[in-house]
């Protein structure tokens, strides 16, 4: 959750408005542009005003439902209006990996607010975006250097701590957003130069996307050319070629080996376009892909996230995934119940541990006990007996674990300290009796190191 003042920001070139015993900041009066709380820079579209948004995420970057809260916002103003039969909005978003997540996809295939979003390219985006253009983000940090300098220099001269706050931020940003997102003749050179208007592909003649065929093409061409200029201009006469021995030997078998390969080379190029024409296969390359990223998307032919061929694909990736996860719960919880159970009948033949410190206990007694209370990062199962024996007693404090690793399969149980308490009643009650119950060893399945195997985490 972003702060409230990170969010408006606080602008102390300005003088709060105070409430009328001058005590408080009135803040019904100090939020807007020009005031106090400036807030974010807002846009104009279609008579609607955009507000900032403004959000945190763990990895710092956008996520799947950051995506979801911005449409939202957007459907919510009627930013595009959803009208039967109508126009549906179309968005164009890079490849980043955010933009598979299942919520965003659920949400722009959901009836009622429905958007089209297409994948602009896969990869290369700072090449591609308008926003990465020099013409834009480029003059953001430009102003930003210049305005930070200006509000630290005002800050030093008022003897305020000379730093930049995240409540700084806002007002910072309202300096500079529309010096660099609001001049028209440089975003209309952008999107030229980036191949979004008018729409030619110009992002492929990028130097850095060339590919070393075409520059070899492109390098023979030019050589061609200096050939054929110089033998007008200073003709030279004709050499005798040399006679290569292409029949026989060595020279013979690397040209065979160049040969087959250029042509399976050729053959599994001419073999991935026709898969890229089939949709069964479409649908199952993107099934059994082993990561699905815009990347997979965009090699089977398709640019947008509403296309039946990925989303059919999709959501049975998700069901298997769902199902996975119910079938390792389901090992997790059984395994838990089964250390527990393993517990419970050993207390229940020998009694509460705190009055026999596991004196009598067998090597795979103590092993039940000690997978019972194990813990991330303990060390390997002892192997000798006495050290098991050792390691159960140090454990004796240790909380025990619930039955189930959800604690919402036990709302209905009895609580831990209950059941202590019972079991060490249970262990007087026995210890009176006449010693021990007669019961049956529980032997677990061990690892090299004596742990029973743990399941994978989901």
């Known amino acids: ?9 606080i602008d102390h070139s300005v003088s709060p408005v105070l409430t009328a015993d001058g005590k408080e900041i009135d803040f019904s009066l100090n939020f807007g542009e020009g005031k106090y709380y400036p807030g974010g820079p807002k846009c104009s579209y279609n008579g609607k005003i955009v507000d900032c948004l403004t959000y945190v995420s763990e990895s710092g970057g956008i996520s799947g439902d950051i995506l979801v809260e911005i449409l939202t916002y957007f459907d919510q103003i009627r930013l595009f209006p959803h009208v039967p039969d109508g126009p549906i909005p179309v968005l164009i978003v890079d490849g980043h990996q955010s933009r598979l997540d299942p919520k965003f996809v659920e949400y722009i295939n959901a009836e009622g607010h429905r958007w089209r979003v297409c994948l602009g390219v896969p990869y290369a985006t700072t090449l591609w975006q308008v926003g990465d253009a020099s013409e834009q983000n480029g003059m953001v940090k430009l102003e930003w250097y210049r305005e930070k300098a200006k509000l630290l220099n005002w800050k030093f001269e008022r003897n305020l701590p000379r730093a930049i706050r995240p409540e700084d931020v806002m007002p910072l940003l309202n300096k ?67 006679q290569l021995n292409v029949e026989c030997g060595l020279a013979a078998t690397c040209l065979d080996a160049l040969i087959r390969d250029r042509a399976r080379s050729e053959g599994a190029k001419k073999a991935t376009e026709k898969r890229k024409l089939e949709s069964d296969s479409i649908v199952e390359n993107i099934k059994k892909s082993a990561r699905l990223t815009s990347g997979v998307l965009t090699q089977n032919g398709v640019h947008s996230l509403n296309d039946p061929r990925f989303l059919d694909p999709f959501c049975q990736r998700l069901e298997e995934a769902a199902k996975k996860m119910d079938e390792v719960a389901a090992k997790n919880k059984a395994r838990c119940k089964k250390k527990f159970e393993e517990v419970r009948v050993l207390r229940a033949k020998y009694g ?96 090299e190191y004596g742990w029973a195997p743990e399941q994978a985490e989901a």
């Not at 959750?1 to 920001?9: F, I, L, Q, S």
């Not at 209309?188 to 992002?203: D, E, H, Q, T």
């Open 352 to 447: 509460d541990e705190k009055t026999h410190l596991f004196k009598n206990w067998s090597m795979s007694e103590c092993s039940s006990y000690l997978q019972y209370k194990k813990q991330k990062g303990d060390p390997g199962m002892p192997k000798e007996l006495g050290e098991r024996q050792q390691r159960c007693i140090e454990w004796i404090s240790r909380p025990s674990p619930p039955s189930t690793p959800n604690q919402s399969d036990v709302e209905d149980d009895d609580s831990e300290s209950v059941r202590d308490a019972e079991v060490a009643v249970g262990a007087l009650l026995s210890l009176g009796a006449g010693g021990p119950v007669e019961g049956q060893d529980i032997v677990g399945e061990e690892d």
């Open 176 to 242: 500079i957003f529309y010096k660099a997102y609001d001049n028209l003749a440089n975003n209309k050179k952008a999107c030229s130069v980036r191949g979004w208007f008018p729409p030619n592909r110009k992002l492929l003649d990028h130097p850095s996307l060339k590919t070393n065929e075409s520059c070899l093409t492109n390098a023979n061409s030019t050589t061609d050319e200096t050939v054929e200029s110089t033998s007008v201009t200073s003709p030279m006469p004709e050499l005798p070629r040399p």
């Open 1 to 9: 959750m972003v702060p409230a003042t990170w969010r408006t920001g």
